[in-house]
């Protein structure tokens, strides 16, 4: 499966962003899904995650509460929704796919990653 990020930019802080990721050449609905994210000079960062059904999904504690997973797999789409950014947000964002039931919060987990987009918020 191929994967794009999108839907990143400039922001405010307390501004909200949707970030989407386009699966293509795959069974998109074969795949736990999730996304991560890299802020200069640091490690890849588990921020959510979703079962390929939809059924669960998980995000990490520094955004609980403000960022939610979604997916349609009738769109091969998934999406990040974003709301009361911070600066501590700002990092590039990646989608990942596991195997059905192998997605889990460690980037080894995931075997297929979409190419980033860019987040930058403002304070």
């Known amino acids: 499966v191929q994967l794009q990020a999108s839907g990143g930019g400039v922001v405010q802080a307390g501004d909200s962003l949707r970030l989407s990721c386009t699966a293509s050449?795959?069974?998109?609905?074969?795949?736990?899904m999730g996304w991560f994210r890299q802020a200069p000079g640091k490690e890849r960062e588990f921020v959510a995650r979703i079962r390929w059904n939809g059924a669960y999904s998980y995000t990490a504690d520094s955004v609980k509460g403000r960022f939610t997973i979604s997916r349609d797999n009738t769109e091969n789409m998934m999406y990040l929704q974003m709301n009361s950014l911070k600066s501590e947000d700002t990092a590039v964002y990646y989608c990942a796919a596991a195997h059905e039931y192998h997605g889990g919060s460690f980037p080894a987990a995931y075997l297929y990653w979409g190419q980033g987009t860019q987040v930058t918020v403002s304070s």
């Open positions: 050449e795959g069974t998109f609905s074969n795949y736990d």
